[in-house]
């Protein structure tokens, strides 16, 4: 059987041809710009995207779904901007039923119909580049640039990245073959056997406050375009912007002869815990999910008849043994605790230092001068409300003020976290990062995850101690990152060997422009699936490849 694909897989090819050439050679490539300037965009892309937020803001978000009984506005944003949007709250059984009865013509379509219909929604998608990043911003409390990079223009790439390794998945075998054998003196036997690349089921998208399409969209196209029709429940907290994202997906799939609902949106009523609902459902048979290790646990070991694929909490560490660069090292580090204000699976939490100090090519430094370096490129980040709120951001819920309060009251304080007014937004909720200084003996304190611009700089007895206390932590909590400056190639060597027994991804004497806590698509693995922090990669075949099934049929040549 030879598929003829729609008009949109040739539409897009050489999109996916790059992407395809690009997972493999593992360099640098981007589909999408991330910088928003007119001269990219557009002189009026900005404020055609502005004004298409706005138009969301104190109504019913224009989408057309199934079984919608009620609507519900659940959001608040970090940045004190009134939302107020109503969306449509459909029941559990009645999305699952719509997004089944969807499924079997997408499956029938065939792998390149359904990449080209992907691509194009993403094509859609990058259209509306502004209005998504602003949804972001205004729902997560990242600041605008890093929700259009972050939240637009790398969570596009994260999708294509999924969709060009479900590509290959899905194209390994042939669709067709012939197979012939030699039966003695008789005529051989023949046979043609064909080979149906069939979707799980439903799936199900569970997304998160900080990065609700840069988490989601991996999961959201590597179901779609395997064949899985796809739910998406988005935290309470950020509804805008995955509801945008189902609002273009669903017209794409109808405007391509597709039935829309095999995207539906799935917000969810205060203490509904809709999620839990949906995960158990007998007919959702994929689930995605980035958030607590608390749930995530509960997915894995109660969501049984479901391949489940979570991003969970861990132990961000770096190891500092010595560095030829100290103002570079400080600089890097200061920016990455400061980013997002720390609101980043990816952002250190764990910083060991041997107690006697470390050689740099500014002399001797003690632990407390480390401490104080790192402290000192904080301070100058965010001494400027104006530009330091570029950076930090907004705080995206109460439980990080909650954990700031909270180590007021242990270690020793080297900075302590500022309560800053926002400049545009007075009603934004904006708190510098903190750094606390530890003991070694003080596992009980960062032996757990305290997710925020929180971070812990921790006497160690030598960098033999460090390493063995990175082993410890990430391989018994996990670990999304982790860090190591030297230079010593021995030690190097001795954390890199370390980073692959725990499974942790490692950097090395990063003191530029690359930080610990980013990640390019097409060619960094987020996550590896390999320790706690998480059960799969964004991306590799093993994140696509087990959301669909070959089934065969063959019949006598």
Request: glycine share 8%.
């Amino acid at each position: 059987m030879t598929e003829t694909p729609h008009p949109l897989y040739d539409r897009h090819a050489d999109t996916l041809h790059r992407a395809l050439t690009a997972i493999t050679e593992r360099g640098y490539w981007s589909a999408y710009p991330e910088s928003p300037s007119p001269r990219v965009y557009g002189e009026t892309a900005a404020a055609d995207g502005k004004a298409a937020f706005e138009a969301y803001l104190g109504g019913d978000f224009p989408l057309d779904q199934p079984g919608t009984a009620d609507r519900v506005a659940t959001e608040t944003s970090p940045f004190g901007v009134a939302l107020d949007v109503r969306y449509p709250h459909p029941g559990a059984d009645e999305v699952v039923a719509a997004a089944s009865a969807a499924l079997p013509a997408w499956r029938d379509a065939g792998p390149q119909t359904r990449v080209g219909v992907c691509l194009e929604i993403l094509d859609r998608l990058h259209k509306h580049i502004f209005e998504l990043a602003n949804a972001v911003q205004f729902t997560s409390g990242q600041a605008f640039v890093m929700a259009f990079q972050a939240g637009g223009a790398h969570a596009l790439d994260r999708a294509l990245e999924a969709i060009a390794y479900a590509y290959a998945e899905m194209t390994r075998h042939p669709g067709t073959a012939g197979w012939e054998k030699a039966a003695g003196k008789g005529d051989p036997l023949r046979m043609t056997k064909t080979f149906h690349v069939v979707p799980r089921g439903v799936a199900l998208v569970i997304g998160c406050n900080t990065f609700p399409t840069w988490n989601s969209y991996p999961g959201l196209f590597a179901s779609l375009v395997t064949g899985n029709p796809v739910v998406v429940k988005p935290h309470p907290r950020a509804v805008l912007p995955l509801a945008i994202t189902v609002r273009y997906a669903r017209e794409v799939l109808a405007e391509a002869g597709f039935d829309p609902d095999l995207v539906l949106l799935a917000p969810e009523a205060p203490g509904e815990k809709l999620a839990s609902t949906l995960a158990l459902h007998p007919a959702v048979k994929i689930v995605d999910f980035t958030g607590s290790t608390g749930y995530g646990d509960w997915l894995e070991a109660n969501a049984r008849q479901a391949t489940v694929y979570t991003e969970k909490a861990g132990l961000n560490t770096v190891v500092i043994d010595s560095t030829d660069d100290f103002a570079g090292m400080c600089r890097n580090l200061g920016f990455t605790l400061t980013l997002y204000s720390g609101q980043m699976c990816t952002t250190s939490q764990n910083i060991l230092i041997p107690a006697g100090g470390i050689a740099t090519d500014q002399g001797h430094k003690s632990f407390d001068e480390v401490a104080a370096g790192i402290a000192a490129t904080i301070g100058k980040l965010t001494a400027d409300p104006a530009r330091g709120v570029e950076l930090t951001g907004a705080i995206v819920n109460d439980g990080v003020l909650e954990r700031l309060d909270e180590v007021t009251k242990v270690g020793e304080t080297v900075l302590e976290s500022r309560t800053v007014a926002h400049p545009a937004l007075p009603d934004a909720v904006v708190r510098t990062p903190t750094v606390v200084k530890l003991a070694a003996t003080d596992t009980e304190v960062y032996g757990r995850e305290w997710f925020g611009p929180i971070s812990f700089v921790i006497a160690t007895d030598s960098t033999a101690h460090s390493i063995e206390i990175m082993r410890s932590t990430v391989g018994e909590s996990g670990a999304l990152t982790a860090a190591v400056y030297s230079t010593d190639e021995a030690v190097l060597d001795a954390v890199e060997a370390a980073a692959i027994d725990v499974g942790v991804h490692l950097s090395a004497n990063l003191t530029g422009g690359v930080f610990v806590n980013q990640s390019a698509a097409f060619s960094d693995f987020h996550g590896s699936g390999a320790n706690p922090a998480a059960n799969a990669a964004l991306t590799d075949g093993a994140y696509v490849a087990n959301r669909f099934r070959i089934v065969q049929s063959r019949r006598p040549a």
